[in-house]
T-cell receptor, first 114, second 111 residues
Framework: NAGVTQTPKFRILKIGQSMTLQCAQDMNHNYMYWYRQDPGMGLKLIYYSVGAGITDKGEVPNGYNVSRSTTEDFPLRLELAAPSQTSVYFC?????????????FGSGTRLTVV | AQKVTQAQTEISVVEKEDVTLDCVYETRDTTYYLFWYKQPPSGELVFLIRRNSFDEQNEISGRYSWNFQKSTSSFNFTITASQVVDSAVYFCALKNNDMRFGAGTRLTVKP
């Protein structure tokens, strides 16, 4: 199994451009998450989804949008990129029948906004 | 509110030394889960351990051990006889509905 796959691995955007970070999982996990990790910091939750068609905001949702049309995919959209969005983005998934499951993380997308 | 504090920003040890990484958490929930993740220089996040709030038994896995104390809201991680390959950033996390991470501790093990 591939686990959680994120694309692209690296991207440079100009201020004001838009892009979509892709995330796909093949473990039939119902919960999916997007985090950002700023240099020297922990991970901050951007958005999460408890199943197809359901999304919710995390700690730092401003400037981002998500959708969950299928169980497998959870893309993250940046509409108007800003330098403050320079970060490493991690997607994660879990099978959350209860809270006793850790997350499986993707390998991350390093985004630079210039 | 949920919060995880890892007060040690960076730790440097010499190989074979023992090292303890501290984690203190805050939550009003009675049911929660605690995790440790390792982030090596390659950048991925590797799950190490989870512990639920009703299980205060300490755990040992090889050179790794974890000490969970609800009385002090701590979930500390000890590496015995550290090795260069242990060099990484280690994150403690608290989970109820979603997972909140500490800022991480960067461990450098020198040969």
């Amino acid at each position: 199994n591939a686990g959680v796959t994120q694309t692209p691995k690296f991207r440079i955007l100009k201020i004001g451009q838009s892009m979509t970070l892709q995330c796909a999982q093949d473990m039939n996990h119902n919960y999916m998450y997007w985090y950002r990790q700023d240099p020297g910091m922990g991970l901050k939750l951007i958005y999460y989804s408890v199943g197809a068609g359901i999304t919710d905001k995390g700690e730092v949702p401003n400037g981002y949008n998500v959708s969950r049309s299928t169980t497998e995919d959870f893309p993250l959209r940046l509409e108007l990129a800003a330098p403050s969005q320079t970060s490493v983005y991690f997607c994660a998934s879990s099978y959350q029948a209860d809270n006793n499951y850790g997350y499986t993380f993707g390998s991350g997308t390093r985004l630079t906004v210039v | 509110a949920q919060k995880v504090t890892q007060a040690q920003t960076e730790i440097s040890v010499v190989e074979k030394e023992d090292v303890t990484l501290d984690c203190v958490y805050e939550t009003r929930d009675t049911t929660y889960y605690l995790f440790w993740y390792k982030q090596p220089p390659s950048g991925e996040l590797v799950f190490l351990i989870r512990r639920n709030s009703f299980d205060e038994q300490n755990e040992i896995s090889g050179r790794y051990s974890w000490n969970f104390q609800k009385s002090t809201s701590s979930f500390n991680f000890t590496i015995t006889a550290s090795q260069v390959v242990d060099s990484a950033v280690y994150f403690c996390a608290l989970k109820n509905n979603d997972m909140r991470f500490g800022a991480g501790t960067r461990l450098t093990v020198k040969p």
